[in-house]
C-alpha cells in the first residue's frame, strides 16, 4: 500500500535510477500516472513483431519466412512460447494460463473478447457488441461493454484502430477495428 510514497522518497536521492515493474490493471492504470505524475517513463512491453520473432530463432540460418511466419502464427508472438520448443500442447497451456491470469472469470467480459476476437478487423462499437450480445439472451448494456473494451486494450490483450477517414460529427460515433495482441491465443479462442 503506497508504494509511491516510498518512490517519492527515492526520487530525491542523487543518481539513482528506479524501476518499477508490473502487470496488474493497478500498474496499468492512469492512476499510477498520477501518483508519479513528472517521475516516469512508461515503457510497454509488447509480444514479438515477426521480424523479432524470426531474427531470435533463426538466427544466421537461411530460413524460408514463409514456414517461418506460420511458425510465428502457431507458436505464438510471446517470448516465453519459444522456450517450448514449438510444442503445440504447451503453447495451448501457457497461453490459457496467460489468458486465465489476464481475465477474471467473468462469463460476459469472456463472450465479449470471444466476439471481438471472431470479428477482428469488422467495424465494432459497444453498442453494436451490447446488441449482440442481447439478442443472444445476454443482459448487457453498451457503456458496460465500453468500460470491458477498455480494460482489455488496458491489458495488451486487443488493439484499438479507429477509423481515420471521418470528419465532422461522425468523429462521435464510436466504430472502430479491434485486433488481437497475439494471433495464436486468437486461434485459441474462437479456432483458426
Given at each position: 500500500d503506497q508504494f509511491h510514497?516510498?518512490?517519492?522518497?527515492?526520487?530525491?536521492?542523487?543518481?539513482?535510477?528506479?524501476?518499477?515493474?508490473?502487470?496488474?490493471?493497478?500498474?496499468?492504470?492512469?492512476?499510477?500516472?498520477?501518483?508519479?505524475?513528472?517521475?516516469?517513463?512508461?515503457?510497454?512491453?509488447?509480444?514479438?513483431?515477426?521480424?523479432?520473432?524470426?531474427?531470435?530463432?533463426?538466427?544466421?540460418?537461411q530460413y524460408s519466412l514463409i514456414p517461418a511466419y506460420e511458425a510465428y502464427l502457431r507458436e505464438s508472438s510471446f517470448p516465453y512460447t519459444q522456450q517450448l520448443g514449438g510444442e503445440d500442447f504447451d503453447i495451448q497451456e501457457y497461453l490459457r494460463g496467460l489468458y486465465n491470469t489476464l481475465l477474471l472469470h467473468v462469463t460476459i467480459l469472456q463472450d465479449i473478447v470471444r466476439y471481438i476476437m471472431a470479428n477482428i478487423g469488422s467495424l465494432l462499437s459497444p453498442n453494436k457488441i451490447a446488441n449482440s450480445l442481447v439478442s443472444a439472451g445476454r443482459k448487457i448494456d453498451n457503456k458496460t461493454v465500453e468500460r470491458y473494451l477498455q480494460g482489455l486494450q488496458d491489458s495488451l490483450l486487443l488493439y484499438k484502430v479507429n477509423r481515420y477517414d471521418v470528419r465532422g460529427k461522425e468523429l462521435l460515433r464510436i466504430n472502430a477495428k479491434y485486433y488481437s495482441v497475439d494471433v495464436t491465443l486468437r486461434n485459441l479462442l474462437v479456432g483458426n
Open positions: 510514497r516510498v518512490v517519492d522518497s527515492l526520487f530525491v536521492k542523487e543518481n539513482t535510477d528506479l524501476y518499477i515493474t508490473g502487470s496488474n490493471a493497478y500498474f496499468m492504470s492512469s492512476d499510477i500516472a498520477t501518483l508519479l505524475t513528472g517521475r516516469y517513463v512508461e515503457i510497454q512491453m509488447l509480444p514479438l513483431s515477426f521480424s523479432e520473432f524470426y531474427h531470435s530463432k533463426y538466427e544466421g540460418n
